[in-house]
Nanobody
Framework: QVQLVESGGGLVQAGGSLRLSCAASGRTFSRSHMAWFRQAPGKEREFVAAISWSGGAIAYADSAKGRFTISRDDAENTVYLQMNNLKAEDTAVYYC???????????????????WGQGTQVTVSS
């Protein structure tokens, strides 16, 4: 079982930056693909970024490319999302997600992630 706890959300002005953290429990973190999703009010939860268990493969949603950076620190059992040049449309609850350990393949689909954090609110004022 994997437990995920996000932190780092908050209120920021447009053009500002935030770094989200996701601390994971469990000994299989280093063998799990990790991802960030977000959900704005009245909208579906959508993919933001993902990183493979090895860190060798990374994917971003088009909306995140060039502005967001996902990374992981297996020694700290933590995955990060650095968000720069934030826009009002980035306002959402951001969720960290973990795929089952040792799963092959690398996915942008929320159905492929079994473990979720409680979410952290990001609000960007224009």
């Amino acid at each position: 079982q994997v437990q995920l706890v996000e932190s780092g959300g908050g209120l920021v002005q447009a053009g500002g930056s935030l770094r989200l953290s996701c601390a994971a429990s469990g000994r299989t973190f280093s063998r799990s693909h990790m991802a960030w999703f977000r959900q704005a009010p009245g909208k579906e939860r959508e993919f933001v970024a993902a990183i493979s268990w090895s860190g060798g493969a990374i994917a971003y949603a088009d909306s995140a490319k060039g502005r967001f950076t996902i990374s992981r620190d297996d020694a700290e059992n933590t995955v990060y999302l650095q968000m720069n040049n934030l826009k009002a449309e980035d306002t959402a609850v951001y969720y960290c997600a973990a795929a089952p350990p040792y799963r092959t393949g690398f996915s942008r689909r929320k159905g492929d992630y079994d473990y979720w954090g409680q979410g952290t609110q990001v609000t960007v004022s224009s």
